[in-house]
């Protein structure tokens, strides 16, 4: 029923009379960038799972890096090797995924870089990652033969796909510590592209309804940024009749933020609510194969950035664009405090 899945058995058979230890290593695949943006980002890595915790290998810590001031700089690496309990293993870029998996569990885990290949446009831009999977099965009688089980599924990395795989497979998907977030706006996602058959307008209409959501917070946050803008003219006041003893200025200035139902973190308190939510919107669409190759309104493919044409090789995007004219007048609508110098008001 899964049209991605491979349904795989080896079997070994010890021909002597002697036992023999049995042990076989199964190689994952080879990974590569979709897209130059995608080089080096932890997207391009092999991963497995130890039955509690998911562990990725990025290619980075093959080819090395100098670290952000030299620290936590790193030479290049040919080969990687782990031990761990494996229930199973994978290696992926942003969009595609292979996962072994079986009944046995695995002992090691093996990362190695791959050569671009001849034909490649830029040779260090099709850097690969792959990995291999090693199992210890015991020892084999003379005589005796055993068999190994395995599912190996290579295809997009949709959620609900994986997610019906069993065994946190779904965890290929990398959502980080926002996780349920991330599964929850997914879920609320489908639901509307069931409706609006757009990932476009889905992405927009579930961002209007996260926004409504937290319209209550917003407005509470609003309220008392205005009440805070009305009192600047006597803060100011108690600034300077009390600039000598800064703790009565302070007593007077709590005093004054209660008289008139005054919370200095109200404006704030929503935005530090929403954060998780949309980092987990962000974690969640960066890797949504859904995604590839969906056109929207001028954006010829939902997965990459909706660049129009370049200017001296810079790179021209109407939504960024977009977003930072929205939040220039937002900006500007934020009550300023009359009391700042100058160059704070601005």
Not at 98 to 119: E, Q, R
Not at 268 to 280: D, E, H, N, S, Y
Not at 300 to 325: A, E, K, R, W, Y
């Amino acid at each position: 029923d899964e049209p991605y899945t491979i349904e795989h058995s080896t079997t070994f058979k010890n021909n002597s009379t002697s036992k023999m230890p049995l042990s076989s290593i199964f190689n994952l695949g080879t990974a590569r960038p979709i897209t130059e943006e995608m080089i080096g980002v932890n997207f391009l890595n092999v991963g497995y799972f130890d039955g509690q915790d998911a562990e990725f290998i990025p290619i980075k810590k093959l080819t090395g890096g100098k670290g952000f001031l030299g620290i936590g700089a790193s030479d290049p690496k040919d080969v990687i090797a782990e031990s761990a309990r494996i229930e199973w293993s994978s290696v992926k870029n942003q969009f595609f995924a292979s996962v072994l998996s079986s009944g046995s569990i695995a002992s090691d885990v093996f990362v190695k870089k791959v050569a671009p290949p001849s034909d490649a446009v830029n040779q260090a831009d099709r850097l690969g990652i792959s990995g291999s999977v090693g199992y210890e099965l015991g020892t084999l009688a003379g005589g005796e033969s055993k068999s190994l089980e395995l599912q190996y599924f290579v295809g997009p990395k949709e959620f609900k796909r994986l997610q019906a795989m069993g065994n946190e497979q779904d965890l290929v998907m990398q959502f980080g510590f926002l996780g349920f977030f991330s599964k929850l706006l997914l879920a609320f996602m489908y639901l509307i592209h069931s409706v609006v058959p757009s990932w476009g307008w889905s992405i927009v209409i579930m961002t209007i309804c996260i926004k409504l959501l937290f319209w209550p917070l917003t407005a509470k946050a609003s309220r008392s940024q205005k009440r805070m803008a009305s009192i600047q003219g006597p803060m100011a006041e108690l600034k300077e009749k009390h600039k000598d003893n800064p703790q009565k200025m302070q007593q007077e200035t709590l005093k004054l933020f209660k008289e008139h139902q005054v919370n200095p973190v109200a404006g704030c308190l929503p935005m530090l609510i929403q954060m998780p939510i949309f980092l987990g919107l962000f974690y969640m669409l960066r890797t949504a194969s859904e995604l590839r190759f969906e056109s929207f309104l001028w954006v010829s493919d939902l997965s990459l950035p909706d660049t129009q044409f370049m200017v001296g090789g810079l790179p021209i995007n109407i939504l960024p664009m977009i977003m930072g004219v929205t939040m220039f007048f937002q900006m500007s609508m934020m009550p300023v405090s009359p009391t700042a110098d100058p160059m704070q008001q601005k």
